[in-house]
Nanobody, 122 residues
Framework: QLQASGGGLVQAGASLTLSCAAS????????MGWFRQAPGKEREFVAA????????SYADSVKGRFTISRDNAKNTLYLRMNDLKPEDAAVYYC?????????????????WGQGTLVTVSS
């Protein structure tokens, strides 16, 4: 139901925009987020956005470099990543909460799908 795309191999300092297309159900009333998992590491939170797009939250490691956004009309979530660093390399996943769940540090994300691989060379 959620398919991330847009990953690839880039050099440090480059930019990428990831997309997450939702199908099968509408997520316009869901809080949505991006998570990533590097080899040998646990999955970690990257960024989240409220259903209206009015509230966002970022991990400290990406603040000022990444921007999360959404287009509810297209049922699509985005992550603009600037000034990529080798430590940003990971598989990136998008997730969604149940409809009506607000954005908090404890938001439970129950929908997710295939991730997209981001590789950053130094």
């Amino acid at each position: 139901q959620l398919q991330a795309s847009g990953g690839g191999l880039v050099q440090a300092g480059a930019s990428l925009t990831l997309s997450c297309a939702a199908s099968g159900r509408a997520f316009s009333r869901s809080t949505m987020g991006w998570f990533r998992q590097a080899p040998g590491k646990e999955r970690e939170f990257v960024a989240a956005i409220s259903w209206s797009g009015g509230t966002t939250s970022y991990a400290d490691s990406v603040k000022g470099r990444f921007t999360i956004s959404r287009d509810n009309a297209k049922n699509t979530l985005y992550l603009r990543m600037n000034d990529l660093k080798p430590e940003d390399a990971a598989v990136y996943y998008c997730k969604a909460s149940r409809p009506g769940m607000i954005l908090t540090p404890r938001t439970e994300y129950v929908y997710w799908g295939q991730g997209t691989l981001v590789t950053v060379s130094s």
